[in-house]
């Protein structure tokens, strides 16, 4: 008798890139024979088409027929330098763009295609003839890091750890110094007020107000190093959810200006992080406003920099007491026992697939986000988390009153998963 142990599924075909409509309601994902596109609250399978060659990403416009597809796999579709706008209901395509490299990344509105590739960016219109508007050079951006909201696009910078935010209405540029090692996670939120960045260091996500490139919140994800999969805003913008290699998904509160969520700002005691996260300005002093104004050089089409800014540091309202308990009320203590930490968290499932090759290029030439850990948010207090690969599942994690989670001050708040499912990718 052979015992010898299954190393594939001899059904399932490899999930080659995951990615989520513009409000999280749905999800699609590449394969190497098609794509298939999810309702993202249940799992239930919406539409698929078979081409019998690989589709490396998906992108949906919103939940209409229109799609941006770009090829990969072992047999590849389309060439991996194109978008194609196809529309589903039609089955044929609607309009291509050309790049003269591989696409890293593609974000589509009703207003804007944004093409990501290696070391820029280009803006084009969305209606016909897809004319191209803009090109941003960016550094090294083998993620195809980028995010689209209904007014603006923020990618990485010309410099590491650099944001760029781009107004659609004018072209006004915003530079943010984010990190000082390169950027490994980004998300704007559904109104594009916010945008939280994560580095490659992976133990704090920083938290900045676009409209002025002002630093709002330093959360801290732990001590040690990790990679961060993926960050996402709740639909109101008063949670921060994150994963990481850790098989870890964290939820923070936030902050919006000129609003409250049961956190408040407190002072700083070092300009360093602890694992080796300094800060991005060099300047953690206290600004007289909690939500600092950069310098503008105004004018159309003009860039504003925040590299002096300082920012304002926020902790858990326990009643005085943080994580760390007395020990982040203690004068010249290290930053990791003042700074916020998630009030609950939960474990989901990352098979045993390699998420890291140890380069920043993207693990199996995967595009469009992670290999494992997307996330995001589909109501105020609920969100999936999705993973591809050749062990792809879906699971669904919801925030619960009542309780709360031993070593966190969640206010009565704990992570529940609440859903559980091996999803697509079969052969027809």
């Not at 992080?273 to 991005?280: I, K, L, V």
């Amino acid at each position: 008798m052979d015992t010898r142990r299954i190393l594939e599924h001899p059904v399932l075909a490899p999930v080659l890139s995951v990615t989520f409509n513009h409000d999280n309601s749905c999800f699609a994902v590449g394969l190497d024979h098609g794509f298939r596109i999810y309702e993202s609250g249940s799992c239930d399978l919406r539409t698929s088409r078979d081409f019998g060659f690989g589709i490396g990403m998906v992108q949906m416009l919103g939940r209409t027929n229109i799609l941006g597809l770009v090829g990969g796999g072992r047999q590849t579709k389309f060439g991996r330098n194109k978008l194609i706008l196809w529309d589903e209901r039609a089955g044929k395509q609607a309009g291509i763009i050309s790049a003269s490299t591989s696409v890293r990344g593609a974000k589509v509105s009703s207003k804007r295609l944004v093409l990501v590739l290696k070391d820029r960016v280009q803006v084009y219109q969305t209606a016909k003839p897809h004319s191209l508007l803009s090109t941003y050079e960016t550094t090294d951006n083998p993620l195809g890091l980028c995010c689209l909201s209904s007014e603006r696009i923020a990618f990485p910078g010309r410099a590491t750890g650099h944001v760029q935010i781009v107004e659609i209405s004018t072209g006004n540029v915003s530079i943010i110094t984010a990190h000082m090692s390169a950027l490994r996670a980004m998300a704007l939120s559904q109104d594009g007020e916010l945008l939280a960045t994560a580095s490659e260091l992976g133990t704090i996500i920083r938290v900045y107000a676009t409209s002025n490139c002002a630093r709002l919140h330093e959360l801290r994800r732990g001590i040690d190093k990790a990679i961060i999969f993926s960050v996402g805003f709740s639909p109101s913008g008063k949670y921060l959810a994150c994963t990481s290699d850790k098989s870890t998904l964290h939820v923070f509160d936030v902050t919006r200006p000129g609003g409250s969520s049961g956190t408040r700002p407190t002072t700083s005691n070092s300009g360093t992080t602890a694992a080796g996260e300094p800060s991005a300005t060099g300047n953690n002093n206290r600004p007289s406003s909690p939500y600092s104004v950069a310098s503008s050089s105004g004018g159309g089409g003009g860039v504003m920099v925040n590299g002096t800014m300082g920012g304002s540091d926020m902790t858990a309202d326990d009643g005085g007491q943080g994580r760390w308990g007395f020990l982040s009320k203690l004068p010249l203590m290290p930053r990791i026992f003042s700074d916020p930490y998630s009030f609950a968290s939960a474990k989901f499932e990352m098979a045993d697939e390699p998420v890291s090759n140890g380069s920043r290029e993207p693990v199996g030439g995967i595009i469009g986000g992670p290999l494992k850990g997307n996330l995001g948010w589909i109501s105020e207090t609920e969100m999936v988390v999705i993973g591809a690969g050749r062990d792809p599942k879906w699971e669904k994690f919801a925030i619960q009153e009542g309780g709360q989670q031993d070593g966190y001050q969640g206010g009565g708040r704990r992570l529940v998963r609440v859903g559980w499912k091996r999803y697509g990718g079969e052969t027809p």
